[in-house]
């Protein structure tokens, strides 16, 4: 029907222009005078404009190209580490509680001997929970050997499940370590199963970025095993139970080594804050770090039980310092001194309030973009827009008349709803987007053509114009519809299945399809039916 009703035309028509006023900061943001990012903004500084804006991706843009790749090995080997955890809190927390000894870890596997073969049956049943994963899965095979030892080998099926449980937890923790850097809307996606892109658009110097994702930020608490042999320990031989770390580069002790108890330590995964500051004291830069609840339980008890004692405070696998517990810290608050300077102590601090890394991650392939291939793309991308649009223009008017104004104008509003639906979504414009845009313009007016050739031949049959009008309308609506039902469903398989250039064309053909039939169908046929409601023609000339 041909009835808007004054409520439908402002509804329909504030919709429209406040999409369209959407639009506006993304396509003044060019005119204005800004400089080229070229290093990560500041969280500040990004949230000084509220304004939404099309975000430009990295083939636009410029920017850092990073990926990074992560060792299997790594996995196994702190899938052991936990495990042997696991397994000695069980067999001491057993009642009557569980003797045993000679702890090992080699050839992939985890191996413990009872001190009496009358446990075995009890060991089995304290150690069965621990074996079995998400959903029933057994992720640990159990053998007895010798009689008294036994050995907890991870299945095939437990080490998947670890890398790829490692591999999510890293995509996480890489997002938010380049958030809190500042770096405005990056693309981070997983590539097989040990491999994860990240790309920052706007970033022309990942060092900083590099040094951010390259450290683990692995922190651990461990005592310091008293009874190790300096000599010992330089030489690299550990006594049963414990094991032995380098001293960081920038340590007081560089190139020295410290014995530390393997279990019983603590480590930063129940850490909630951390944040760079100077020691009063001295004035050196230090991390202050804050537990949650249960980690700072642990911590209290860890220091009140070793009150005299030293303790190393591990960063991936390095010796930072190894102060002295001279009292109980019972606040779950601690302080990590050792030599910082004010951008490391800054860095570490954005390491450890994103979290650990579940898997250290090297940079394989790096890329630079520069932002005048970006511009050259926008520039090119632009021409051909306008040209597709103006030959467009032409020929709509030239064959429908006035019909063929009002199809240029849902055209054009076409285009604005469909940047600011983008820049309030927060989606990404990358090069083959510009391409959707280009190919939407001419897509645009197909409904406009069905519509108009169906209304003239509604007028050969002899129709009156407004039933010639409305019935063309709503025959050729059906076509329509079916038409982007069909391209709607492919768009959506793409953004689903596709990644980084293929999700950026599949994003503007989704929004698109939608902007297109609303501006095409809904909005034409409210300006039609004015136009005739005012008028009263006698006749179309379409």
């Known amino acids: 029907m041909l009835d808007f009703p004054l409520w439908k035309k402002i509804s329909l028509w504030g919709l429209t222009l406040a999409l369209a006023a959407a639009a506006l900061p993304s396509l003044v943001a060019p005119f204005m005078e800004e400089p080229a990012p070229t290093e990560?903004?500041?969280?500040?500084?990004?949230?000084?404009?509220?304004?939404?804006?099309?975000?430009?991706?990295?083939?636009?843009?410029?920017?850092?190209?990073?990926?990074?790749?992560?060792?299997?090995?790594?996995?196994?080997?702190?899938?052991?580490?936990?495990?042997?955890?696991?397994?000695?809190?069980?067999?001491?927390?057993?009642?009557?509680?569980?003797?045993?000894?000679?702890?090992?870890?080699?050839?992939?596997?985890?191996?413990?001997?009872?001190?009496?073969?009358?446990?075995?049956?009890?060991?089995?049943?304290?150690?069965?929970?621990?074996?079995?994963?998400?959903g029933l899965v057994r992720e640990w095979d159990l053998t007895v050997v010798d009689g008294q030892r036994m050995v907890l080998t991870p299945t095939e099926r437990g080490i998947d499940v670890a890398v790829n449980t490692a591999m999510e937890g890293a995509v996480e923790v890489v997002r938010r370590r380049i958030d809190l850097l500042g770096t405005r809307e990056p693309t981070i996606i997983r590539q097989g199963d040990t491999r994860i892109v990240v790309q920052v658009p706007g970033l022309q110097d990942p060092q900083a970025l590099k040094d951010q994702l390259g450290q683990t930020a692995q922190l651990e608490f461990k005592l310091v095993d008293q009874q190790a042999l300096p000599t010992n320990t330089q030489a690299g031989v550990a006594n049963p139970g414990s094991q032995i770390f380098p001293y960081a580069e920038d340590s007081d002790f560089p190139g020295g080594f410290e014995a530390v108890k393997r279990l019983g330590g603590?480590?930063?995964?129940?850490?909630?804050?951390?944040?760079?500051?100077?020691?009063?004291?001295?004035?050196?830069?230090?991390?202050?770090?804050?537990?949650?609840?249960?980690?700072?339980?642990?911590?209290?008890?860890?220091?009140?039980?070793?009150?005299?004692?030293?303790?190393?405070?591990?960063?991936?696998?390095?010796?930072?310092?190894?102060?002295?517990?001279?009292?109980?810290?019972?606040?779950?608050?601690?302080?990590?001194?050792?030599?910082?300077?004010?951008?490391?102590?800054?860095?570490?601090?954005?390491?450890?309030?994103?979290?650990?890394?579940?898997?250290?991650?090297?940079?394989?392939?790096?890329?630079?973009?520069?932002?005048?291939?970006?511009?050259?793309?926008?520039?090119?991308?632009?021409?051909?827009?306008?040209?597709?649009?103006?030959?467009?223009?032409?020929?709509?008017?030239?064959?429908?008349?006035r019909f063929g104004i009002y199809a240029t104008i849902a055209l054009v509003f076409n285009v604005l709803m469909l940047l600011g639906l983008m820049a309030i979504g927060n989606f990404t414009l990358t090069l083959p987007g510009i391409a959707g845009f280009v190919l939407t313009v001419g897509a645009a007016v197909d409904a406009n053509v069905l519509i108009n050739e169906r209304i003239r031949e509604e007028r050969k049959r002899g129709r009156k114009v407004v039933t010639a009008v409305e019935n063309g309308y709503n025959e050729a609506s059906r076509a329509i519809y079916d038409a982007n039902v069909t391209n709607f469903i492919a768009g959506v398989l793409l953004f689903w299945f596709g990644s980084g250039p293929i999700r950026g064309f599949a994003v503007v053909l989704v929004i698109g399809l939608v902007t297109s039939v609303f501006t095409a169908v809904t909005l034409t046929k409210m300006w039609v039916a004015g136009y005739l409601s005012s008028k009263r023609p006698k006749d179309l000339t379409i």
């Not at 397994?87 to 009557?96: C, D, F, R, S, Y």
């Open 266 to 401: 603590i480590r930063g995964d129940s850490l909630i804050n951390a944040r760079a500051g100077v020691d009063s004291r001295n004035n050196e830069n230090v991390v202050n770090i804050q537990f949650d609840q249960q980690g700072g339980q642990k911590f209290a008890q860890l220091s009140t039980e070793n009150v005299g004692e030293r303790f190393a405070i591990i960063l991936d696998g390095k010796v930072i310092s190894a102060p002295v517990f001279n009292e109980p810290i019972l606040g779950g608050s601690a302080q990590i001194s050792g030599n910082f300077t004010a951008e490391s102590a800054n860095q570490l601090a954005i390491s450890l309030q994103s979290g650990a890394l579940p898997v250290p991650l090297t940079v394989i392939e790096e890329r630079t973009v520069g932002p005048d291939l970006g511009a050259e793309s926008i520039r090119s991308g632009l021409i051909a827009m306008i040209i597709g649009s103006l030959a467009v223009i032409t020929l709509m008017i030239a064959t429908y008349g």
């Open 40 to 134: 990560a903004t500041t969280p500040q500084a990004q949230e000084e404009s509220s304004l939404p804006q099309v975000n430009l991706g990295l083939d636009l843009a410029g920017g850092s190209h990073l990926l990074l790749e992560a060792k299997p090995e790594d996995v196994k080997r702190q899938k052991l580490e936990n495990m042997e955890e696991a397994v000695k809190q069980a067999l001491e927390n057993a009642t009557p509680e569980i003797e045993f000894g000679d702890t090992s870890r080699s050839e992939g596997q985890l191996s413990f001997i009872l001190d009496s073969a009358t446990d075995i049956d009890r060991a089995r049943g304290v150690l069965e929970p621990l074996m079995m994963g998400e």
